[in-house]
């Protein structure tokens, strides 16, 4: 595993080389390359925090529950996993047929990998989107910008599964013995993140009103970004940018959202996305011999996708575990249970496709090797 990460570190740099002549803000890789160190500390503290925990659970009553664990079920929920991210795939190849082209689903789905590294390994899963627009503007010949593009809006599809069981979370929650100022922050982060997503929609398909919004905030904060980087940005190159990249992607996604077909189509497999998942982490509690209630599973796992969106740790490795732990527990479900099923989640949906995409972080690295040594 330690020389698969060195590979893909070796293969990241080798894509900054080239990322730069596309773009000059940070990129996936660039990020990072530069926090390699600090990535790597905060996936020991989130290992530490999931240690600690365990520790406080019982760690002999959790390699108990462990060993009880069904090998079948668990591989049926690796099998599910692999499904969504070929679901996944497929509404982004979609997307793509719809704003420029796709070059095919097998393509795709090894880009994806990349992408879910990228993800895995920059707080709030973030890095994931510009990585697979730079696979496909070097090896497909698509622009950067209309690649984003489909990106992005594939990220927004998710949005609408999302505000359906949030709002039904909110209500919940406050009908659970938990307390108060707990109720207050899991609803402020639903809140804010549905903000979020509302609003890159809104800059799908009001231009001008996003423009002005941009440009607004850009006046406000270029002095801070100037202080704080010491680099030296003009207003107009930054208006520039913000025109040319709003324009872009308000003309791919508003084409995205007005093809019925497509929408219909991308909505469909969102839902059935998100159904698969849930499944798949019921089958994690199954696993291990436990057959937790339904609903509080759903809204629970949901607020667990929630903190994985923040900005903190990598893949909230610690945070997500505590999170649940602490919210199963009002519903009856034992620590050492939550704490087993969630640790067979975490080796199904972040280290198996962290691995895979390292693996293909190597591949596309000696493939801009080869294309060095041809131009050159």
Request: glycine share 6%; net charge positive; hydrophobic share 55%.
């Amino acid at each position: 595993m330690i020389l698969i990460l060195d590979n893909s570190l070796e293969s990241i740099d080798k894509l900054i080389y080239h990322s730069n002549i596309y773009f000059k803000m940070q990129t996936t890789s660039e990020f990072i390359r530069e926090n390699r160190w600090r990535i790597i500390l905060t996936l020991i503290i989130g290992g530490f925090i999931i240690f600690i925990i365990s520790f406080a659970v019982g760690i002999q009553d959790i390699l108990k529950v462990l060993s009880k664990s069904n090998p079948a079920t668990i591989v049926v929920a690796l099998l599910l996993e692999i499904f969504i991210i070929g679901m996944w795939t497929e509404r982004w190849s979609l997307i793509l047929d719809v704003i420029v082209r796709s070059p095919g689903f097998n393509k795709l789905f090894v880009m994806m990998f990349t992408s879910l590294f990228g993800n895995n390994l920059t707080p709030g899963a973030a890095g994931g989107e510009p990585m697979r627009a730079y696979l496909l503007s070097k090896f497909e010949g698509i622009s950067f910008d209309l690649a984003f593009v489909s990106a992005s809006a594939d990220r927004v599809f998710e949005f609408f599964p999302f505000v359906l069981v949030s709002a039904f979370a909110v209500y919940m929650i406050s009908t659970w013995n938990i307390p108060f100022w707990s109720v207050i922050f899991i609803s402020v982060l639903i809140i804010i993140i549905m903000a979020f997503f509302g609003l890159l929609i809104y800059v799908g398909v009001r231009r001008e009103i996003a423009e002005r919004l941009l440009l607004s905030l850009a006046r406000s904060l270029l002095p801070l970004f100037i202080k704080l980087t010491k680099k030296e940005v003009s207003l107009s190159y930054v208006t520039e940018q913000i025109n040319y990249y709003v324009g872009r992607f308000s003309t791919g996604f508003s084409t995205v959202l007005q093809d019925k077909k497509m929408f219909t189509l991308g909505l469909s497999i969102s839902f059935i996305m998100w159904g698969t998942d849930m499944f798949r982490m019921y089958l994690c509690f199954v696993a291990v011999g436990y057959f937790p209630p339904i609903i509080p599973l759903i809204i629970i796992y949901t607020i667990g996708i929630l903190i994985t969106i923040l900005p903190t740790i990598p893949g909230a490795l610690g945070l997500r575990e505590a999170t649940m732990v602490a919210l199963f527990l009002v519903v009856g479900v034992p620590a050492d249970v939550v704490i087993a099923a969630s640790l067979i989640d975490r080796l199904i949906s972040y280290l198996m496709p962290t691995i895979v995409g390292a693996i293909t972080t190597v591949y596309y690295g000696k493939l801009l090797n080869r294309m060095d040594a041809g131009s050159s």
